[in-house]
């Protein structure tokens, strides 16, 4: 009996002991954000391990960037971050993969431990749109991170008037006076399908992964593909227009070769600099198709922060997650990148409110949609981007253009390999 005793007194001081040194152990979290978010990250990480001072933690904070996050985490998911930002239209991919965590299934089970949150009031907390692209299938994935990530017009007021800066037509004009130019990056899809968007036309994501685009036929509103682009090689050929290389916007504003350019928030500090007391903004210009005057549309996003599936501290994960894209720390973001809050009360503070970029991110976003295209969208529609901007389409050949277009969508619709 009394070595019974021994044994059982024994085995307590063990299983003590276990749980004494799991608590102390430190929870090993990796996270991953854009380079540019890098210090906010830091402090907002260290007010997360002051919210759990009898928890101990080892955070590390790695770069990759919002836009290329899936590739490199689909590279090796296993060794990936346990925490990660990434765009939205990337979801479809990475769920997939079975990458990212259903916070369905999870969140109920954790958030109660902090803050007594729970995933009804993460959703309520933020915009329906934002939790839209959070979710696939009735189930959400990701937490909304940050909005806005859409693109509209930034104009020098000294030059350009508010009138001007409402369609093409103006703000050519505007720049030829100036002796100025209006910039756009052609070769790229992601700011191409503006004009064809506009016009009714549709790019979006079968099933399967593959895409289905129309732009080579007649949208729903009565315009051809030939018009658009016939519309665009117009503005191309253009004294007044500069085509920009994809990435190189910031450049272009910096060296004040433009007296407008579109692009999105991340580019406002750069506009603010280059335009001075005239630093403007508004939604995208109309432009000339079919002798009517046409609405730009754009893709519209934003940035998820998901969880690795395969994280061996999932509900730490998810609970630093939530912590990162919670509204403090939403306003934080803005603060530091002016990245538009989905977060609805931080999205109603003053500061956000009468931000001109964020204000003209807000009127464009009336006229855009959320993107859903498959990975063989974008070689195929900057091709075409690029063939406009050298001018290589001839808008007396109708003909030539409707076999480009008819070459985009093929390779736009090509089946994934």
């Known amino acids: 009996m009394k070595k019974l005793l021994a044994l059982l007194l024994t085995l307590a001081m063990v299983l003590s002991m276990a749980v004494c040194a799991s608590a102390a152990d430190p929870i090993s979290l990796v ?38 996050a899936k590739d490199t985490v689909l590279t090796d998911v296993e060794a990936a971050a346990d925490v990660f930002a990434f765009a939205n239209d990337q979801l479809n991919d990475l769920v997939a993969a079975g990458a990212l965590l259903d916070l369905s299934g999870q969140v109920s089970a954790v958030l109660p431990a902090y803050a007594g949150k729970t ?7 933020n915009g329906e749109g934002s939790v839209a692209a ?50 756009m990056t052609f070769a790229s899809g992601w700011y191409n399908a ?14 399967d992964g593959t895409t289905v685009i129309d732009w080579n036929g007649t949208s729903s509103d009565g315009y051809t593909g030939v018009d658009v682009a016939k519309a665009m090689a117009e503005i191309a050929a253009n004294p007044g227009f500069l085509a920009i290389a994809d990435g190189d916007i910031s450049n272009q504003i910096a060296s004040k070769a433009v007296c ?35 609405q730009m549309s754009c893709y ?11 994280s061996k501290n999932s509900g730490w994960a998810v609970l630093l997650a939530e912590y990162l894209t919670n509204e403090s720390s939403q306003t934080a973001r803005f603060n530091s990148r002016q990245l538009a809050p989905t977060n609805l009360n931080a999205a109603a503070d003053e500061a956000v409110s009468s931000n001109i970029a964020i204000a003209a991110s807000a009127a464009q976003d009336v006229y855009g949609s959320v993107q859903n295209v498959g990975g063989k969208y974008w070689d195929p529609t900057a091709t075409f981007g690029q063939m406009v901007a050298n001018g290589e389409l001839s808008t007396a050949d109708e003909a030539a253009i409707q076999n480009v277009l008819d070459t985009l969508v093929e390779g736009v619709c090509a089946a994934i390999q």
């Open 119 to 125: 995933l009804e009031d993460v959703m309520a907390a």
């Open 300 to 310: 519209s996003g934003f940035k998820l922060m998901g969880v690795n599936a395969y």
């Open 194 to 207: 503006s004009f064809f968007l506009g016009a009714g036309f549709i790019a979006d994501m079968n099933e």
């Open 31 to 68: 996270v991953w954000g854009a380079e540019e978010d890098q210090a906010l990250l830091a402090e907002l990480v260290e007010g997360f391990k002051a919210a759990y001072p009898d928890q101990t933690f080892d955070i590390q904070i790695g770069v990759e960037s919002e836009s290329t």
């Open 134 to 183: 959070a979710s696939k299938d009735g189930k959400l994935y990701a937490f909304p991170m940050g909005g806005g990530n859409n693109y509209f017009l930034y104009y020098d007021s000294t030059k350009v008037s508010a009138e001007q800066a409402q369609s093409w037509d103006g703000l050519l004009a505007a720049a030829e006076a100036a002796g100025s130019k209006v910039g």
């Open 260 to 294: 407008a350019v579109i692009s999105g928030t991340w580019d406002a500090g750069a506009a603010e600099a280059a335009f001075g007391e005239g630093y403007a903004a508004t939604k995208l210009p109309t432009f000339t198709c079919a002798g009517s005057q046409v």
